[in-house]
């Protein structure tokens, strides 16, 4: 039995490799290019490693590292806002994604089983259509000229202008991310005994007091689940803000974007991915250590 | 307690269900729009259809995206299948726990850094980058969903069968192939489609890793996006929505059948 475990291992073998190639490995690459200067070469940085200088080539290659990239960052003020918007845009988001999501998750739970399937294939099926394209249909309902304000014109109301401001990049992560919210709320809250609501209205507890002292606390796992398969990657999100929220917002993702295709300041590029790293490292591995944890239940 | 409704569950559900797909909606109804106004409703055409299969740029990109797509989701559900069996099976292995790190991580690590990553990667390795960066970066993010899909029938499955078959003198590798593949089956024929999904509708992770020649469809519309609304894109859109949706409808139409059989 011991040794058919111990080969079952070697399964690991090739996705590790391929996974220690081109994920882990790029990481290094990213913090030694953040270390760099900018050059106006191809590869547009420099000191370049050179591996044929030897041990001499090495040491001539770490002594011209510095931290000025870094320094450059936190002087610049455009950087700190960028820094603390996306924390901004990603926490409020989050927590605008629970108040709609839960609600949401909850009545698909309540529902018969096979309204429940229709409605988990109809939560699952925009998780599968393009963000891209999402992101886009958007665009044509918040536009000055759009149909939002068509609408509005039409019962009499005054135009909003919603594209290219803080309010669109908001409905755009919470469009964008609501089933990432819905799905794992809804995996804890259909999978809850029910008689354990009954126990407490037998108890006296009225509706809402039973809701808030035993539904709402033993769905905590998939609260902090959803929040972080959001949040995470709302910091770093790209196409949002850059496509609805216009020129004048910042966030990281679009400041890495910037620097690296507009610019072509590599090292920036490089120290924000690595600034946004660090303060990413903490929620995702508490998001692995909780899959983890699923995993070991689910087994 | 009863199991009905409230007002407030309906409400729930019809603003969220509503908020998700009006835009979509939206979007395939004015793609059928005569004007080219996004909001002036100038009666039925499918001119944009006709215009769009004339567009050579946008046929390029849908088949450099859909070639990518094929190789990458293979790529992934392939090394993705190794990883779930050595996370489900393999018990405390070393190096586990970076393993698994490296399985979760890149579902919730901003893409940008992600490309980025890549790309440094490509040029540090002197490789010109193009199709094969692109379909090999896809690989790498997409094979980490597909364990986790793959994992999740994989822990569920009864390992017992397949231990039979090895007392019975059948080897280990054998009875993976004659008895647990078919059983995950359709974990991963899931896990491809959802690889494949990902790799069609891919912009960030693309656009740092493609070349000259490599343009993919996301790119190629975001770029149009960007410029301005273009009703071909309106266009390219509904079909899109309309292969995923049937896809995703037949499969789920298939297993409610298969259920209500069992």
Known sequence: MKARRDRTGLAALAPFLWLGLFFLFPFLLVAKLSLSDTALAIPPYTPRLDWSGGI??????????DFETYARLTSDRLYIVAYLSSLKFAAISTGILLLIGYPLAYAMARCAPAARQALLMAMILPFWTSFLIRVYALIGILKPEGLLNTA?????????????TETAIYIGLVYAYLPFMVLPLYAVLERQQ????????????????????????????????GALLCFIPMVGEFVIPDLLGGSSTLMLGKTIWTEFFANRDWPAASAVAIVLLFTLVVPIVLYQRQQAKLMEAGR | MKRGLTTFNIASLVIGFGFLYL?????VIYSFNASRLVTVWGGFSTKWYASLFRNEQLLDAIWVTFRIGLISATIATVLGTFAAVALVRAGRFRGR????????????????ILGLSLLLLFV???????????????ATVTMCYAAVVIQARLSAFDRQLEEAAQDLGCPPIKAFFAITLPNIAPAVAAAWMLAFTLS??????ASFTSGPGSTTLPMRIYSQVRLGVSPEINAVSTLLIGLVATGVIAVYLFQMRKRREA
């Open chain 1, 152 to 164: 509005l014109r039409a019962v009499g109301l005054g135009p909003l202008n919603i594209l290219n």
């Open chain 1, 194 to 225: 029910h008689d354990l609501l009954e126990a407490a209205a037998d108890l006296g507890c009225t509706p809402f007091e039973a809701f808030w002292r035993v539904t709402f606390p033993l769905s905590l796992p998939g609260v902090a689940a």
């Open chain 2, 124 to 138: 540090s390795l002197g490789l010109p980058r193009g199709f094969w960066t692109v379909t090999v970066s896809h």
């Open chain 1, 56 to 65: 001499a080539g090495l040491k001539t290659f770490f002594a011209a590292l």
């Open chain 2, 97 to 112: 726990t970076l393993f698994s790190g490296m399985i979760f991580a890149p579902l919730v690590m901003p893409e940008v």
């Open chain 2, 23 to 27: 835009p979509i909606v939206l979007l």
């Open chain 2, 200 to 205: 069609l509708d891919d912009l960030v992770i």
